[in-house]
């Protein structure tokens, strides 16, 4: 029976592991806009207030624009506004630091993203107008 349960507890981690791998602890360097897509062109979500920590679930790889929630929003933020903690001290997010901090690299796909996240926005009804790019 401690063997079965056992197992049950080691499968139950593994599963649990790759949730919380998905995303890193960084902080917000400035008063910075979350915006709905990686670019100033895409509209802003939120600001996210100098200091306050948020959820890194990934960066993409030619440009250091990150996906992050804050209070429950996703969206992107520009790495050079993101410090995540390295070795004792907080380093600006960088193609150079993703592997070293947990942080997948990621592509954003315009449809599926807005899709998830954007549903109850009102300038969802003109994603045709975003969809085109920045």
């Keep these: 029976m401690k063997r079965v349960l056992l197992k049950i507890a080691a499968a139950g981690m593994l599963l649990l592991a790759p949730a919380i791998a998905q995303a890193a602890e960084g902080f917000a360097t400035a008063n910075v806009n979350m915006r709905a897509g990686p670019s100033t ?4 979500i939120t600001v996210i207030p100098a200091g306050e920590s948020i959820e890194i ?21 520009h790495g050079r506004y993101i410090q995540a903690l390295y070795e004792q001290r907080r380093v600006y997010v960088g193609p150079q630091y993703y592997g070293r901090l947990g942080i997948p690299v990621v592509v954003f ?4 993203y807005w899709d998830r996240h954007y549903r109850d926005r009102d300038f ?7 969809r085109r790019g920045p």
């Design 41 to 44: 062109a895409y509209p802003a």
């Design 57 to 77: 679930y990934g960066c993409l790889a030619d440009v250091p624009w990150c996906d992050v929630e804050f209070y429950d929003g996703r969206g992107w933020v």
């Design 109 to 112: 796909s315009f449809g599926s």
């Design 124 to 130: 969802y009804r003109d994603r045709d107008r975003w």
